[in-house]
């Protein structure tokens, strides 16, 4: 791993609602964290044994337990090749479900992580109502996360940036990306923990088609022309900044 070239270590925090949300959406976010030093942890809601799991259900014989199994084992490859810890919460999908017990689980770990980036999903994906609730899940642990009032044995966090990752079909779900990450260095980070994702390998050509096209953007609208592939996501917050220029 790179160390921090200015000795300071920061944190990334990035938040799915399945196994393989992270992989396909920030996995190029997390490896370039990773690869700076700074610590990268996901947390996921489930393992997406329901929902999204068809390569493995289109198998004779699968069964709930054995698809979680796999997707765990998936996921947690998936998360060394890109340099982060990860914790599973196991909340099942389709529908998701998040209870008072697993919130205030979900409070603890944010406050443990202390982030100064949290990503996830967008506020209304119409294809996906997991994915909503994944997001707006994460918007109130957030919010009690930074309450004085909230006792627990972390203490409150700041006011992280709350990045959403790009959907599934962008144009349906009203993302429009206001940071396009150069991920050209860590893309064969990030295309080893697709490969991993066996249950969804439909998959992996598609997100890696759209890396390259969001990688011309990049380039189009000022970026390196050395830029390859990258990433696009959307601030929720607004940036503080002392001038213009």
Not at 29 to 34: D, G, H, S, V, Y
Not at 152 to 157: K, L, S
Not at 206 to 219: E, F, I, M, N, P
Request: hydrophobic content about 40%.
């Amino acid at each position: 791993m790179t160390t921090v070239s200015n000795g300071e270590k920061k944190s990334l925090l990035v938040f799915s609602a399945h196994s393989g949300d992270f992989v396909w959406r920030a996995g190029g976010a997390i490896a370039t964290a990773a690869e700076q030093g700074h610590d990268a942890k996901i947390i996921c809601l489930s393992f997406g044994e329901r929902g999204e799991s068809q390569g493995l259900w289109n198998n004779p014989g699968m069964d709930l337990d054995t698809v979680k199994k796999v997707r765990r084992q998936e996921a947690e490859q998936a998360a060394e090749a890109l340099g982060a810890e990860i914790t599973f919460l196991d909340l099942g999908d389709y529908p998701l479900a998040v209870d008072l017990e697993a919130f205030d689980r979900i409070v603890d770990l944010i406050r443990e992580a202390n982030p100064d980036v949290l990503m996830t999903h967008v506020a209304n994906d119409p294809y996906n109502r997991d994915h909503n609730l994944a997001h707006e899940t994460l918007l109130r642990a957030r919010m009690v996360a930074q309450a004085q009032g909230h006792k627990n044995g972390y203490p409150p966090i700041g006011a992280p940036q709350v990045l959403m990752f790009e959907p599934h079909q962008s144009e349906m779900c009203g993302f429009v990306p206001n940071l396009l990450l150069d991920i050209t260095p860590v893309f064969e980070r990030k295309r080893a923990a697709m490969e991993a994702m066996s249950a969804q390998r439909h998959l992996i050509e598609y997100y890696t088609d759209l890396a390259l096209r969001r990688g011309v953007q990049a380039v189009r609208n000022g970026g390196s022309k050395s830029i390859l592939q990258a990433e696009a996501h959307q601030r929720i917050f607004p940036i503080v900044a002392t001038a213009v220029l």
